[in-house]
């Protein structure tokens, strides 16, 4: 995990020097904003959770009036399984994934500095879901022999299209975007389970 992290910032901060010494307009941008996570499943029940982001990116011209960004966000995104305590009464699980997104979007600039909209794919690259030690045993409600913990080991990557919206001024932005996961983020638990990822973002980017 260290490893990947390591090359995804390595990346990022190389294209990015690049970039910026092509046109006086190019910006750093710094991210910070909340989002709201879900597991798209029909395999048991889930409720969307609330997380966080921080980031840096680079934002610079591409042509006419199209930018491009280049950007790495490291997130905590949270969601909740309907689950069964030992004593058989219902309790929602808080599923915790802590994970590194590296992305490449197309920005069109409706109004110079002001509005546009973006779009392009994200990588997210993560370890395994993360839960309280006393929810470990619960069973997943729908699943007799399914227990809580068995449904952490999930896939290390996820590619997901993005598109969003950016307004504000020059130097402080609202950014809003929704991504949705292509692959089965499940696919690593036994018992062919099946779910995509979504997550919906606020941010605010500080531009310098």
Not at 36 to 59: A, C, H, I, Y
Not at 82 to 106: G, M, V
Not at 179 to 200: R, T, W
Request: aromatic share 14%.
């Amino acid at each position: 995990m260290n490893k990947n992290l390591i090359i995804l910032l390595l990346f990022v901060t190389t294209i990015g020097s690049a970039q910026y010494g092509y046109r006086d307009s190019n910006m750093i941008g710094f991210t910070l904003g909340l989002n709201q996570f879900n597991v798209n499943t029909s395999e048991f029940e889930t409720k969307p959770g609330d997380g966080w982001n921080v980031g840096l990116s680079m934002r610079g011209n591409a042509f006419n009036d199209w930018d491009a960004i280049y950007g790495l966000q490291f997130s905590e995104y949270n969601f909740k399984v309907a689950t069964l305590s030992p004593t058989f009464s219902e309790r929602e699980t808080n599923y915790k994934l802590s994970c590194a997104n590296i992305t490449f979007q197309l920005s069109y600039k409706f109004i110079e500095n002001h509005l546009s909209v973006e779009f392009g794919p994200m990588v997210q690259v993560n370890g395994k879901l993360a839960i309280e030690d006393t929810d470990e045993n619960y069973i997943v409600k729908g699943h007799p022999t399914v227990i809580a913990k068995d449904l952490t080991n999930i896939s290390n990557f996820t590619v997901y299209p993005m598109v969003g919206v950016t307004a504000g001024i020059r130097n402080v932005r609202l950014n809003v975007t929704y991504q949705y996961g292509l692959n089965n983020m499940l696919g690593k638990i036994e018992g062919d389970f099946k779910g995509n990822a979504s997550v919906l973002n606020g941010n605010i980017i500080f531009y310098f």
